[in-house]
């Protein structure tokens, strides 16, 4: 038997050695070497690199620019909360507990954009929404009304790109909710429906407390969206100006770091992007895994 023990054990050993192999290759060294060019001032080029402490990461909260990025970072996930969670989690409500037809035709209707990709969502809204020969700009034309060159705002531009990124995700939110919604107990509803309470006050009292699980992670998952998805409309379309207008963390990063050779400057600001995600991550399993865990 001990044999056996030890013959598994290094069994285990060489099976999970490739897939050990390639996380600590590309993405735990990654992780310790940027957070250890976040302390130096470089540019890639130089051969040597000048220690710089902390002031990698002060000046993230210090600087205009970095401040100005931060709070578009905020305004972009506030926005997306709103778009991406609060609108399907409403609408998912509306579908599943007062139109009883065609719920899979729901499903399958707000799914199909999530299947394209955000380059293609990019260039497609800027072609509708071009100020100068979009279909969208005929149409107001004909009422009298101009359309605004959106890419010269900030404000406008982060709109139009939380609305393109909303287009790709929203039916992939709108399917978890709605199949979350679908596990609470029937019995339940029944029972609400016998006793007359009305639909309102048992989504309340009722659906939504056993639905936390799944709305939490929808949540979160937006929260990444906002800063993870938004990159490739902001790559194709505004390249986050004007002025940084339209930037946020992510993007700011790989500016810093591939455009304008910022390399302490981008990893400070991708470590803190990091801890971020690690944050996330601890807070989805601590209010969603934990919380099914104790269910099973």
């Not at 699980?213 to 004007?242: E, H, M």
Request: proline share 5%; net charge positive; aromatic share 16%.
């Amino acid at each position: 038997m001990n044999n056996r023990s030890k013959k598994n054990k290094l069994l285990t050993i060489a099976y999970l050695f490739p897939t050990a192999l390639i996380l600590l290759v590309f993405i735990i060294a990654p992780i310790i070497y940027t957070f250890y060019l976040s302390f130096f001032n470089w540019n890639l080029i130089a051969p040597t690199k000048d220690f710089v402490g902390l002031e990698n990461y002060i000046s993230i909260f210090t600087d205009p620019v970095n401040q100005k990025i931060l709070m578009n970072t905020v305004f972009y996930i506030l926005l997306l909360l709103i778009l991406n969670f609060v609108i399907p989690y409403f609408i998912s409500l509306i579908v599943k507990f007062f139109i009883s037809k065609m719920q899979t035709a729901y499903k399958i209707i707000f799914f199909i954009p999530s299947l394209f990709s955000l380059v293609v969502g990019a260039m497609l809204f800027s072609w509708i929404l071009n100020p100068v020969s979009g279909p969208i700009t005929f149409i107001m034309r004909s009422f009298g009304v101009a359309l605004p060159n959106w890419t010269n705002s900030g404000a406008m531009a982060v709109v139009v790109i939380c609305l393109i990124t909303n287009w790709k995700v929203f039916g992939y939110n709108f399917v978890l909710l709605l199949t979350g919604l679908g596990s609470v107990p029937q019995n339940i509803i029944d029972a609400t429906k016998m006793d007359s309470i009305p639909k309102w006050r048992m989504i309340w009292d009722i659906v939504l407390p056993l639905n936390k699980s799944i709305a939490f992670y929808v949540l979160i998952l937006t929260i990444v969206q906002g800063l993870q998805y938004i990159f490739t409309p902001i790559s194709v379309i505004t390249q986050g100006g004007p002025y940084y207008g339209s930037s946020n963390v992510l993007y700011h990063t790989y500016l810093n770091a591939f455009v304008l050779y910022k390399t302490g400057n981008a990893s400070a600001l991708a470590v803190i992007t990091f801890i971020i995600f690690l944050v996330l991550l601890y807070l989805e399993i601590k209010f969603v895994e934990g919380r099914t865990s104790r269910y099973e």
